[in-house]
């Protein structure tokens, strides 16, 4: 069963009945707003294509160590994976992109993971809608955790979550904190407060 996470909450990333998991998918979703102006054919149609780029920086404390984004597909250890760019955005009901984390193969220094969403193209949130990240079990697909976002806004970026080890397993936090950059680099610093 899904969880609907809340700004700020976090869950711990076990299997039903127990054991923690090997294996997630960080999957990233969204449409482009409907367009208030213009002509009818505009209106119906929707509001034509958003390049948002899906990035996981991993982290060990409060050094950022690797990332993973379109235009390096795996981390140094294979361990973390992008299955690749969406240029255009969908219908904000399914994975427009998905960076996929073998838990168990990363190495023990990486304590965090920050997923990150960006428009490179500069569009911002209010060109925006149904954004969303979710967490699923990559071994049986089950959805694990959801985090919608609420409300556009003139920003370009988001910080959407983080998975940081937690004991022996993983705990997911959803952050939803907006930020302004075109790439992860510019996110850095927005990162921080949330290590």
């Not at 869950?11 to 213009?38: D, F, N």
């Not at 505009?42 to 950022?64: C, E, Q, T």
């Not at 079990?137 to 998975?163: F, N, S």
Request: with cysteine; aromatic share 6%.
């Amino acid at each position: 069963m899904s969880v609907n996470m809340k700004k700020g909450q976090a869950i711990s990333l076990e299997k039903p009945g127990g054991g923690g998991l090997t294996t997630v998918r960080m999957g990233l979703g969204w449409q482009a707003a409907q367009r208030k102006r213009g002509g009818l054919l505009k209106r119906l149609i929707g509001g034509g294509d958003i390049d948002l780029d899906a990035s996981a920086v991993l982290f060990a404390g409060d050094k950022a160590e690797d990332v993973v984004y379109f235009g390096k597909l795996s981390d140094d250890d294979s361990s973390v994976v992008h299955t690749g760019d969406n240029l255009t955005g969908g219908a904000g009901q399914e994975d427009d992109e998905s960076i996929v984390v073998m838990l168990g193969r990363l190495p023990q220094r990486i304590d965090q993971i920050v997923f990150t969403v960006n428009s490179f193209s500069g569009q911002t949130f209010t060109e925006v809608e149904r954004a969303f990240c979710r967490l699923l079990d990559e071994d049986t697909g089950e959805e694990l955790a959801r985090y919608t976002l609420t409300g556009g806004g003139a920003y370009t970026a988001m910080i959407m979550a983080k998975v940081r080890r937690q004991g022996a397993g993983w705990q997911m936090t959803a952050i939803g904190a907006p930020a302004t950059g075109r790439t992860f680099k510019d996110l850095l610093p927005a990162m921080t407060p949330h290590l």
